[in-house]
């Protein structure tokens, strides 16, 4: 784990050793809460690893060193396999060990020992942080697996607030895994860091600095399917054409939205057109740099009270003269009872947003009924954010001519049989698509399972002439859709 959130962990642990002692003294319940918390945490990890249908060496090493255990690919294969974890019904049951927080979560010696003021939402940070580590730490991420981890914090929320309405949670009863112990106790450590929060985040620095609107435009019209989007694009650009030029003329000028809520499903194009409209309003001279800044919640909400509004206006001072893109904004806004890391968030974007208003244009971006509740969430999210674009899904031919695209750039070209199998295979993707479907994601995933196995198909026939190694074949393309 980092340092951030092995700290956020260490918290945790500790209030659950605290509710242990109390447990052992004051009653007869033969239980340990930071045993339950640890197991918790590793099936958490499992039901991520396995969402992909694929169990990784590195994120097998995560687990073990992590959290003390001693799987190997068999054993982790084994486990997950006659686990709970498999079941359809994991996320209807909370973790066992939030009953014991809840229980204890206005228990006013262990809040007045912990750092946190509200035990529940340290609770809920605490799996939210390791996932995002976990995630990070892992080199190959699929769209699935981000997906799981967004799913699982809500069940939290959501049980969070069931228990305050109902009086509790069911529990259910773990198994416990031998596991090896730490040759040293973890330092808890009991204050904030006083170091540098770190930057989470990319920027993009606009690298058509001098570029004219006209090759922008040609760039945003190059961009396979997005008709719609590309329409609202124009429509935009043509009322601020209008705007300057009433200007000049001494005229009022129409107030212009300048900030946007994308919504979509991943892979839509919606960071791609993001980072074009940053270049396309610093060549109307709206934006003095034209770069982009994208973060998610990571980038903006920290492990500590009074460190979100640090870290928020550090990646607004980062995007100043550009646009500020978040993704997945929709994970600040949290409606539990309470404080919440994730609303001092938004209440310093708020603030940042009217601070720098003639140099700062803010995108966020998530699911289209996600991203409703979001904005909704803040009277001044409500007001900034008056300007909706929806990114559709992509369809069958749109990810054709996106996976040619590939390949071209990588040079490999289909096969006249390849083509046509491609075609038929994407209409029927398309047609059986679930909620996890990644659009354009999925096809450069589907290009890389084509190409390792092209790969064994040629060694196998030993055949490496230069027509050969450019050339999918329907055998290759088979690999993609489990047809193999």
Not at 5 to 20: H, P
Not at 201 to 206: D, H, K
């Amino acid at each position: 784990m980092n340092s951030e959130t092995q700290d956020v962990y260490n918290n945790t642990l500790d209030i659950a050793r605290k509710i242990d002692k109390y447990l052992m003294k004051n009653t007869q319940e033969d239980i340990s809460v930071s045993e339950l918390l640890r197991i918790d945490l590793r099936d958490f990890l499992i039901f991520l690893t396995i969402a992909d249908h694929i169990i990784a060496k590195d994120e097998i090493r995560y687990i073990n060193k992590s959290f003390g255990y001693t799987f190997d690919s068999d054993t982790m294969k084994s486990f997950a396999a006659s686990s709970r974890i498999v079941r359809d019904d994991f996320l209807n049951q909370p973790p066992a060990s939030l009953r014991y927080f809840l229980d204890f979560a206005n228990d006013e010696l262990i809040v007045h020992q912990s750092k946190y003021y509200d035990i529940k939402k340290l609770y809920i940070l605490t799996f939210q942080m390791i996932g995002e580590d976990f995630l990070s730490s892992c080199k190959n991420v699929d769209e699935k697996e981000v997906n799981q981890l967004t799913r699982y914090r809500f069940m939290l929320e959501n049980a969070v607030r069931s228990y305050t309405k109902s009086g509790g949670v069911a529990p259910h009863r773990p198994d416990s895994i031998p596991f090896k112990l730490k040759s040293k106790e973890e330092k808890q450590v009991n204050e904030a860091p006083n170091n540098d929060i770190p930057f989470v985040g990319t920027i993009i620095e606009n690298d058509k600095t001098m570029a004219d609107l006209d090759s922008l435009l040609n760039e945003l019209e190059s961009l396979i399917g997005l008709a719609s989007v590309k329409e609202e694009v124009k429509n935009l650009i043509n009322l601020l054409k209008i705007v300057e030029i009433r200007t000049k003329n001494g005229l009022k000028a129409p107030s212009v939205t300048k900030h946007f809520v994308f919504t979509g499903n991943p892979g839509t194009g919606k960071t791609t057109v993001a980072r074009l409209l940053s270049q396309i309003y610093s060549s109307l001279g709206i934006l003095s740099k034209g770069h982009m800044v994208e973060v998610d919640r990571s980038g903006m909400v920290a492990a500590y009270m009074g460190q979100t509004a640090i870290k928020v206006k550090e990646v607004i001072d980062r995007a100043k003269g550009g646009v500020l893109f978040i993704d997945e904004a929709y994970s600040l806004s949290n409606e539990t009872q309470g404080g919440d890391f994730g609303q001092e968030a938004i209440d310093t974007l708020v603030k940042g947003m009217e601070d720098n208003r003639d140099d700062l244009i803010v995108i966020v971006a998530g699911y289209p009924d996600l991203m409703d509740n979001f904005v909704k969430s803040n009277p001044g999210l409500k007001s900034r954010f008056q300007k909706t674009i929806h990114f559709p899904d992509y369809t069958a031919d749109d990810l054709y001519d996106i996976f040619l695209r590939f390949c071209k750039s990588n040079d490999y070209v289909l096969s006249t049989e390849g083509s046509s199998y491609l075609k038929e295979q994407l209409a029927l993707y398309v047609q059986n698509a679930d909620k996890y479907f990644g659009n354009a994601r999925d096809v450069r995933n589907f290009l890389d399972i084509a190409i390792s196995a092209q790969a064994n198909r040629l060694l196998e026939e030993n055949i490496t002439d230069a027509d050969a190694l450019m050339t999918l074949k329907p055998a290759d393309l088979a690999h993609i859709f489990n047809k193999e």
